[in-house]
């Protein structure tokens, strides 16, 4: 097979559902365009020979059996949601290219000696509910269902309502014991060049209800796309100068500034100016009853 042309067509494909008139890719978690999404990955993995399930919440996997080791299984994948007017790489780049490279790797070796299996997660962005994680948290039997039961988009619509209109539900959660590796080809920020991105709190550790980070942009460098999250945010400015757009007005920004952006806020940066790049560290709230 060719990898390029082979990557190059499954990214086209899957980027036309959900294709956004105004840019980018909406697809959220349960909406029509997401199960399309999922529909069509399972279409790749069957057409190359993989058994194919969804699990109870959507989570799409698809396997190939190991001739000496089968109970033991090699994973790769990544999500399949985006952001409101997302890029085409982050996520559903990584589910594709988890895809392909097994497709090559049975192609040119056989039938591996472990099982392989490609997972298509159903969420990690939280742009549609207020929850995040929700795929990686059934997979790995930490979901609280209980947290998600009553919480709405911003349309009103219900997350229980919603998952079960697509044909899913709540499922016993349980840990998978057979996993011996798991390799994630993530892009993160796509199109976003001369930009560094710091941590301070771990995302998925329920113990914290905040993510805090800084964000690092040379001079003409900025978000690949604006960005749209249901969390509330609050950024400080440490350095440099630059241009901020807040619910789609662009505003001067510079060192010392406070920003404030509401939930559901349209929001991206580009710096301007000499010498010190745009930097400001930055806070969204997580892992929060929506209800508290």
Same mark, same amino acid.
């Given at each position: ?38 529909? $069509?990955?399972?279409? *790749? ?8 399930? &969804? !699990? ?31 890029? +085409?790489?982050d996520g559903q780049f990584g589910v594709l290219a988890s895809l392909t490279a097994v497709e $090559? ?41 209980? @947290?998600?039961? !009553? ?10 309502? @919603? ?5 899913? !539900? &709540? ?16 892009? @993160? ?21 905040? +993510?805090v980070h800084i964000l690092s942009f040379e001079q003409g460098a900025s978000h690949a796309y604006v960005e749209t999250h249901y969390q509330e945010h ?13 619910? +789609? ?26 010498? *010190? ?13 929506? @209800?508290?």
């Amino acid at each position: 097979m060719e990898l390029a042309p082979t990557v190059k067509r499954r990214l086209d494909q899957l980027s036309s559902i959900g294709s956004d008139p105004t840019g980018g890719l909406t697809r959220l978690l349960y909406s029509d365009e997401w199960l399309t999404a999922q529909k $069509y990955v399972q279409e *790749e993995m069957t057409a190359m020979g993989m058994t194919t399930k &969804f !699990d109870g919440v959507g989570n799409l996997f698809g396997r190939i059996e190991g001739k000496e080791l089968p109970n033991e299984m090699v994973m790769t994948g990544s999500h399949i949601d985006t952001v409101v007017n997302g890029g +085409n790489l982050d996520g559903q780049f990584g589910v594709l290219a988890s895809l392909t490279a097994v497709e $090559y790797l049975k192609e040119k070796y056989g039938q591996p000696k472990r099982s392989l299996e490609v997972i298509s997660m159903a969420e990690e962005e939280g742009s549609r509910f207020p929850t995040v994680f929700w795929g990686s948290k059934n997979f790995v039997g930490i979901a609280d269902n209980e @947290e998600v039961k !009553d919480i709405k988009d911003g349309q009103g619509k219900g997350f229980v309502d @919603e998952m079960r209109r697509q044909g899913f !539900d &709540f499922q016993e959660q349980t840990r998978r014991d057979d996993i011996v590796a798991f390799v994630e080809e993530h892009i @993160e920020y796509e199109g976003m060049k001369d930009v560094l991105l710091w941590d301070f709190l771990p995302t998925d550790d329920l113990g914290f209800d905040m +993510n805090v980070h800084i964000l690092s942009f040379e001079q003409g460098a900025s978000h690949a796309y604006v960005e749209t999250h249901y969390q509330e945010h609050g950024a400080y400015l440490i350095s440099g100068q630059g241009m901020h757009n807040l619910d +789609n007005e662009w505003y001067p920004v510079e060192k010392g500034d406070y920003l404030f952006m509401g939930s559901y806020s349209p929001q991206a940066a580009y710096a301007v100016g000499r010498g *010190e790049p745009l930097a400001y560290v930055y806070s969204k709230d997580a892992n929060r009853d929506p @209800e508290i």
